[in-house]
């Protein structure tokens, strides 16, 4: 009698607590139907919809703009003297060559970035032709991140032409070297107070949405032995063999899956050595790509895959040598996925009904470089796309229509 009374207080303790808990550490959405469905909110929509092949227009003439990582001058003029003609309160270019555009809002709202890169990977790549297919957009760099670019500038001019008076002040950004390692958006954060309330990177698929920062912790793993020809190679060290064998066992190391959040994964993607079939070689290396939500997971990897080397350079008598990356380290903000502003942007996903909505804290995107720096940033979508990163890439016409209306609804919801 006395154990089933003290379960029921336990398991009313345990309900109201969790109640509680919930009510402390969940913030609400922003989102409402009202807000949604407002005439301001169908003045923009209608804006942009009258606006189609303009948009698909000018969506063509900014991805034939050449603009690969370090050569983007040319994307950034073409920006400054938009953001210039919509009548911002300050445009500029800063020291990295990002485009800055600021819409001052009333004293006392948040302060916003909205960011999209200008640069592309298609080094080289000087003669762009974007090819019209129906619903489909071809050319290298027509989603990523061209599309972005364009969903920035059309949001904005939207709101200008409602009449649009913000409360909150937007930074709108049009970076460089975004796909280098976000040193763009880097030098712009060393360049400004880092006051902001939130970071919006505009990249990756629509329905895509990352809240946390994937880190990078991979390498290049050398070892080195003093060779000979295959005739005297009895006993000699043998970088290949410790290559193998080193290969073998860190491809054997435990990497967690779940939580999401310590999500940890690793390849060997190239192995380099010797130079003849028949003399042992001197040099042997090879690369590892080690990615992981988590910091502490990635340092624990590192150390493991060290100790492993150490242990083969024992038992093969090769010497031993690791380069690793530390420049993207991951990061998670401690309740982001619960926070209005992700809330609120999985709410606008939902009610603009987008397919294939994936929340996650894995992301890699120039909102890590905020997240780093415990601002709350998230990524938002662009269209719907193919073949990122190649010749043939694809993005969809339809998507892009969504996305730009999930960034004028964020940017109604936020203020
Ligand atoms: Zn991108």
């Known amino acids: 009698m006395i154990r089933k009374y003290l379960f029921s207080c336990l398991l009313i303790f345990g309900l109201l607590f969790g109640m509680l808990g919930s009510v402390v550490w969940t913030e609400e959405s922003l989102f409402t139907r009202s807000v949604a469905g407002s005439g301001f909110v169908q003045k ?3 804006f942009v919809e009258q606006n189609e092949e303009a948009i698909i227009a000018e969506w063509s003439r900014l991805t034939e703009i050449p603009a690969p990582s370090g050569y983007e001058e040319k994307r950034a003029q073409y920006m400054k003297s938009q953001f210039e003609s919509l009548g911002l309160d300050k445009t500029y270019i800063d020291q990295a060559g990002n485009v ?25 790549v000087n003669e762009i032709h974007v090819k019209r297919e129906g619903n489909v957009l071809k050319a290298p760099g027509i989603g990523d991140d061209t599309a972005s670019l364009i969903n920035l500038l059309w949001s904005l001019r939207a709101f200008k032409e409602a009449g649009f008076k913000p409360k909150n002040t937007y930074y709108f950004l049009a970076t460089v070297e ?15 107070e880092q006051d902001f309330t939130y970071i919006l990177a505009l990249d990756g698929d629509l329905g895509k949405v990352s809240f946390g920062a994937l880190g990078f912790g991979g390498g290049l793993v050398t070892f080195r032995g003093p060779g000979a020809h295959t005739m005297q190679s009895r006993g000699v060290p043998n970088p290949n063999l410790a290559v193998a064998r080193a290969i073998d066992r860190i491809c054997q190391l435990d990497l967690p899956v779940l939580p999401i959040e310590k999500w940890t994964i690793l390849n060997v993607g190239m192995i380099m050595g010797g130079k003849v079939r028949n ?9 590892i790509d080690l990615r992981s939500g988590d ?18 350079s024992l038992e093969t008598g090769v010497k031993w040598e690791i380069q690793l990356d530390d420049r993207s380290k991951a990061f998670q903000i401690p309740g982001a996925r619960d926070s ?20 996650g804290p894995l992301g890699s995107t120039e ?10 940033s998230v ?26 209306k999930q960034i004028m609804l964020l940017v109604c919801c936020l203020e």
């Open 295 to 312: 910091q502490e997971e990635i340092v624990k990897v590192q150390k493991k895959i060290r100790e492993i080397c150490e242990k083969i």
């Open 178 to 192: 975004e796909e280098t390692g976000f040193d763009g958006m880097r030098a712009f954060m060393d360049s400004v």
């Open 367 to 376: 909102a890590n470089v905020g997240i780093e720096k415990g601002i709350l």
């Open 100 to 124: 800055i555009g600021i819409w001052k809002g009333t004293d006392g709202g948040k302060k916003i970035v909205l960011s999209a890169h200008m640069d592309t990977v298609f080094q080289g």
């Open 44 to 46: 923009l929509f209608v």
């Open 379 to 404: 990524n938002l979508g662009r269209t719907y796309g193919r073949y990122k990163h190649s010749l043939r890439e694809e993005a969809d016409i339809d998507g892009l229509f969504l996305a730009m």
């Open 340 to 359: 209005a502003l992700v809330q609120t942007v999985v709410d606008i996903l939902e009610y603009l009904e987008v397919k294939d909505i994936e929340v």
């Open 279 to 287: 003399a042992v070689s001197q040099e042997s290396s090879f690369t």
